[in-house]
């Protein structure tokens, strides 16, 4: 792709989800603006249950914590990885690349991606969490480190974009798209990229959807203030797998 | 109702089938000696009825068995091709699914979960269904015939399933095999017979409930010690002085039975007897006895598995690998087309490669299966079949719901010394039971129907 077409699909994003890629251009990657993105993304702020934001030394290494985003019903898991995650190109639903505009925080290791199964569309809920980041390598998938979907064992890599490493997935999680702000060393959640799956995934569960947060309430967007905490307080069950 | 005990069919029975055969030997212009040698009656007439299917003008891709292979095959072709104009013949009015069956079959999941409808199928995924029975294929002319009528394709692809084959449990006589079919079904094709085990269940007073393991690649390894687990689960809540008599063919099962062993050591010490190196010889119906090598075995109630085939249709048209007991396919390993025929293609459990015989590796395959279709459309190749691992779950406690996890992978490689192709299947067993695990057993099956029947993923 050439610069000059690279950058008019750049100026096309809209203004959050194009400032968080500026970061990746900025730090000397290429970048490749994703055919998707969310329009009109909410910003919102991470905070802990308490109501306190969440500040990226507050995130332990290795954190497998889930919050909201872009909609009430929708999960999203946040990972603190140990190394630095640098931008990552990757291909979407329909084979198209796009630039994973890597990690952020003071270590650039903090990343986040929807927790719904680009395979089957299986995501975490209060019952259950199919999708979790595990740092020990597990026995099945011989992979340490990722984010596997217990449903039918998708494994994707949370250092690379959620690139798919084994099982049925084809294409990579979509990626929420986060802020540091380095004063504060507080976290927002700003954008997605990568494959849309949110038509699909409210039509698959919408009753259960409705029933957890809202008859209308589960597929607005976010806003303010989100509320992010460890997967194995928010689920009752954490499938490991 | 409590199965009739010992007796044989009575005079009423015979009676009414004898006026039955009459009725049909007059309708189709056969003529019927008592006693049953019937001449051969002219075709039916459907047969030269054009079926009532939208012609799009465009390549026509005709898929016969809407089961867990045939419904992903026709997904994946408008996924990979939206123009191409896909047919899924299906002979049954609704969707009946075999797994998660044992949860229901104790009352543990509702019917709903089981049961989705074709029309949903087609309509999401814009194909059409055709609701209609498969009698014939005629590969020169390209044209399958069902009762609805005739349709041609531009590529065909079976997913018919499986069959039973009675005589090799030493059966071999069609009426007596019918016979037994009805009296103690397998339950392990989609649909009326897993009813009717549920209402054998229902109705099991005491005494001993027989399952058997069949020898053979048999559909779904592990299923039938499932069963015995939901059924034993059944019998330990409800307080029912009875036991399942699992007979297995199998020194050791033909998959890593840890967990599932666990599981009936702490939970059905009581409830379930598992005798194995049992070969099936003989079974007489009205005595309730199986002949075995290790003599007679009486049962109160049964659900005889017998060793299974490919599904009758193949043989029917020609395409079976008669050389072999079992009946399937006659395709090539690698590209799945028919030996000489490379626009007819078969999928699924039909299948004579000795990949499990399971729901998710139908799932899997199909999309090959749709891939080598499109891609020799397009003029191009494509390598053979190799999965990722992918999971799979066996319920082994229903309230609360727990299972053990196994991991399979299957495909073929190529094998240098030989400059061929080989079967390759790895597996891994997870043997904790859980209750985690019992939930991403449903959400396994509910994830996967999904996407069959209603999501455009
Ligand atoms: C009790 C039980 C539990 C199981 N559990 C699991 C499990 O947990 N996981 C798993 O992966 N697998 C499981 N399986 C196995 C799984 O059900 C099969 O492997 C799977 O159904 C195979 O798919 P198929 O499409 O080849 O055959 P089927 O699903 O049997 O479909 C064949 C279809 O073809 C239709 N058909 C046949 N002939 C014609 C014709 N002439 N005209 C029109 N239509 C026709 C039939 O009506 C049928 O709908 C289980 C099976 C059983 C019985
Ligand atoms: S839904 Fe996640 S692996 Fe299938």
Request: net charge positive; proline share 6%.
């Amino acid at each position: 792709m050439t610069e000059k077409t690279d950058r008019r699909q750049f100026i096309r994003l809209c203004g959050r989800t194009a400032a968080a890629m500026a970061v990746a251009r900025a730090a000397g990657h290429r970048v490749i603006a994703p055919a998707f993105a969310l329009e009109n993304p909410p910003r919102v702020r991470l905070v802990k249950a308490d109501g306190s934001p969440l500040k990226a030394k507050d995130l332990p290494l290795h954190a497998n914590w889930i919050f909201h985003y872009p909609y009430h019903s929708s999960p999203a898991l946040l990972i603190k990885l140990d190394d630095p995650a640098p931008p990552t190109e990757v291909e979407d639903k329909d084979g198209k690349a796009y630039t994973w505009p890597g990690g952020v925080g003071p270590d650039k290791n903090i990343v986040a991606y929807a927790a719904i199964c680009a395979h089957a569309l299986s995501y975490d809920s209060k019952e259950t969490a199919f999708l979790n980041y595990r740092r020990e390598r597990n026995q099945m998938t011989g992979h340490g480190r990722v984010i596997t979907c217990c449903a039918h064992a998708s494994v994707y890599d949370p250092a690379a974009g959620a690139k798919v490493l084994a099982g049925p997935a084809k294409f990579p999680l979509a990626a929420v798209l986060l802020e540091h702000r380095a004063e504060t060393d507080e976290l927002f959640a700003v954008g997605l990229i990568g494959s849309e799956l949110y038509g699909e995934f409210f039509k698959a569960y919408r009753k259960e959807l409705r029933k957890a947060f809202g008859r209308s309430r589960y597929k607005k967007m976010v806003e303010g203030d989100v509320v992010a905490m460890p997967v194995k307080e928010y689920s009752e069950d954490a499938i490991k797998c | 109702m409590q199965e009739k005990k010992g007796k044989g069919p009575s005079r009423r029975d015979i009676i009414r089938s004898a006026g039955a055969a009459a009725v049909l030997g007059a309708a189709a212009g056969a003529s019927a000696a008592p006693g049953g040698a019937v001449t051969a009656p002219r075709p039916p007439r459907a047969f030269s009825r054009q079926a009532e299917v939208p012609g799009f003008g465009k390549a026509r891709v005709v898929i016969v068995g809407g089961g867990w292979s045939g419904l992903e095959v026709a997904r994946q072709l408008k996924k990979l091709k939206p123009e191409l104009d896909v047919v899924l013949i299906e002979k049954r009015a609704t969707f009946f699914s075999c797994p998660l069956s044992n949860l229901w079959l104790v009352g543990k999941l509702p019917l709903e979960e089981l049961i989705h409808s074709y029309t949903d199928a087609a309509r999401n995924h814009d194909y059409t269904w055709l609701h209609a029975a498969v009698v014939d294929v005629d590969r020169e002319r390209r044209v399958v015939y069902t009762d609805e009528g005739w349709l041609t394709y531009d590529f065909l692809v079976l997913a018919p399933g499986i069959d039973y084959d009675y005589a090799r449990y030493g059966v071999p006589d069609a009426t007596e095999a019918a016979r037994l079919r009805s009296m103690y079904p397998a339950a392990f094709k989609p649909g009326s017979e897993h009813i009717t085990l549920r209402h054998k269940l229902e109705n099991f007073e005491e005494g001993i409930f027989l399952l058997t393991v069949p020898p053979g690649n048999y559909r779904c390894l592990p299923a039938p010690y499932e069963r015995a687990c939901m059924i034993a689960g059944y019998m330990k809540e409800n307080d029912i002085k009875g036991k399942v008599l699992l007979l297995d063919v199998h020194d050791e099962p033909p998959f890593k039975p840890d967990g599932i062993n666990e599981a009936i050591n702490d939970l059905y010490k009581d409830h379930i007897e598992i005798v194995r190196g049992v070969k099936v010889m003989g079974i007489d119906v009205s005595r309730r006895t199986l002949h075995t090598n290790k003599g007679d075995i009486t049962f109160d109630d049964a659900a005889i598995y017998p060793p299974v085939r490919g599904a009758k249709i193949l043989e029917r048209i020609g395409i079976a690998k008669t050389d072999e007991p079992g009946l399937f396919a006659h395709i090539d390993p690698v590209k799945y087309h028919v030996i000489g025929d490379e626009r007819v293609f078969v999928g699924g459990d039909a299948r004579p490669m000795p990949f499990v015989k399971a729901g998710f590796a139908a799932n899997y395959e199909a999309g090959h299966i749709a891939r080598i279709i499109t891609n020799q459309m397009d003029g191009k190749e494509m390598g053979p079949l190799q999965s990722p691992g992918m999971m799979c779950y066996v319920a082994v406690n229903a309230d609360p719901l727990q299972s053990v996890a196994f991991k399979i992978s299957f495909g073929m490689v190529y094998d240098r010394k030989t400059g061929g192709y080989v079967f390759r299947q790895t597996a891994q067993a997870f043997v904790n039971r859980s209750r985690a695990f019992g939930k991403a057993n449903l959400q396994w099956g509910r994830s996967l129907f999904n996407e069959m029947f209603y999501s455009a993923l």
